[in-house]
Nanobody
Framework: QVQLVESGGGLVQPGGSLRLSCAAS????????LTWYRQAPGKERESVAH????????NYADSVKGRFTISRDNTKNTMYLQMNSLRPEDTAVYYC?????????WGQGTQVTVSS
């Protein structure tokens, strides 16, 4: 049974930090590329950060470059999103997604709210 379990969301003040985790099971994690998406109220889901199989190749949306860092630990079957210098406009539900080109799985989403 495939599972992607996200954690780490919550309420944080502007300028603060959060670390999201996405724990995977039920498939060969190291064979999948990983992406964090987010969806704010009334907006389309957008890609935030992407990482390749080994973790060497990453790319980011312009809006989060220099503030967010995506990583993966293939020994723990877990992906992470370190979010620093958070802004109110980062408020959204964050989703992890994994794909091997043929199959795609999504996490259930975790709420991140940036507010004073």
């Amino acid at each position: 049974q495939v599972q992607l379990v996200e954690s780490g969301g919550g309420l944080v003040q502007p300028g603060g930090s959060l670390r999201l985790s996405c724990a995977a099971s039920g498939f060969i994690f190291r064979e999948y590329v990983l992406t964090w998406y987010r969806q704010a109220p009334g907006k389309e889901r957008e890609s935030v950060a992407h990482i390749g199989w080994s973790g060497d190749a990453t790319n980011y949306a312009d809006s989060v470059k220099g503030r967010f860092t995506i990583s993966r630990d293939n020994t723990k079957n877990t992906m992470y999103l370190q979010m620093n210098s958070l802004r109110p406009e980062d408020t959204a539900v964050y989703y992890c997604q994994v794909t091997n080109g043929a199959t795609t799985y999504w996490g259930q989403g975790t709420q991140v709210t940036v507010s004073s």
